[in-house]
T-cell receptor, first 116, second 113 residues
Framework: GAVVSQHPSRVICKSGTSVKIECRSLDFQATTMFWYRQFPKQSLMLMATSNEGSKATYEQGVEKDKFLINHASLTLSTLTVTSAHPEDSSFYIC????????????FGPGTRLTVL | GNSVTQMEGPVTLSEEAFLTINCTYTATGYPSLFWYVQYPGEGLQLLLKATKADDKGSNKGFEATYRKETTSFHLEKGSVQVSDSAVYFCALSSAQGAQKLVFGQGTRLTINP
């Protein structure tokens, strides 16, 4: 149990376009979802925290108008990278947690974004 | 602010060798400490955790003890296997922001047969 999926697993897009990444909890209801960014050989950096039905809380330095997060249901959160540029190329990872399980986060496999 | 520093990799060992991956942290209050493992092509999985000083987390032969006096949470395994090859992340969550995880930079471990 507690499986989290991400789609797509990798995406290549042209500069200036927008890209949507989906994060789904497959077998549980996720009250909170998190989005992380991971640069090569570096740690995961938390970008934002989202609770179902409310606006996401962004970490300092993360542009909320560039990284749009929607958590419309208890099993789905989306991250849209708007007007993507090469510097947005990275590995994006989501995680989900559910109430009553010590707040443990379950991680998706990640999405590799390459902006040309 | 809170931070985690872990041993730089990559680390390469032979099968059945003893493993230590160092992790130290800086945090206010009494954080919970975690080790996550990321196998190739997969998401991060919780390996073990400890929520208070002197607690020992253990799983799959791995152990780590929460040492408040040295602000450390070193990961150890007595005899590694090829299947342990992965990237290991040390992380903490503060008492105040229980769901926010702060990660170390990760240590890539390769075990040769």
């Amino acid at each position: 149990g507690a499986v989290v999926s991400q789609h797509p697993s990798r995406v290549i897009c042209k500069s200036g376009t927008s890209v949507k990444i989906e994060c789904r909890s497959l077998d549980f209801q996720a009250t909170t979802m998190f989005w992380y960014r991971q640069f090569p050989k570096q740690s995961l950096m938390l970008m934002a925290t989202s609770n179902e039905g409310s606006k996401a809380t962004y970490e300092q330095g993360v542009e909320k108008d560039k990284f749009l997060i929607n958590h419309a249901s208890l099993t789905l959160s989306t991250l849209t990278v708007t007007s993507a540029h090469p510097e947005d190329s990275s590995f994006y990872i989501c995680s989900a947690s559910r109430q009553g399980v010590n707040n443990e986060q379950f991680f998706g496999p990640g999405t590799r974004l390459t902006v040309l | 602010g809170n931070s985690v520093t872990q041993m730089e990799g990559p680390v390469t060992l032979s099968e059945e060798a003893f493993l230590t991956i160092n992790c130290t942290y800086t945090a206010t209050g009494y954080p919970s400490l975690f080790w996550y493992v990321q196998y190739p092509g997969e998401g991060l999985q919780l390996l073990l955790k400890a929520t208070k000083a002197d607690d020992k987390g253990s799983n799959k032969g791995f152990e780590a003890t929460y040492r408040k006096e040295t602000t450390s949470f070193h990961l150890e395994k007595g005899s590694v296997q090829v299947s342990d090859s992965a990237v290991y992340f040390c992380a903490l969550s503060s008492a105040q922001g229980a769901q926010k995880l702060v990660f170390g930079q990760g240590t890539r471990l390769t075990i040769n047969p």
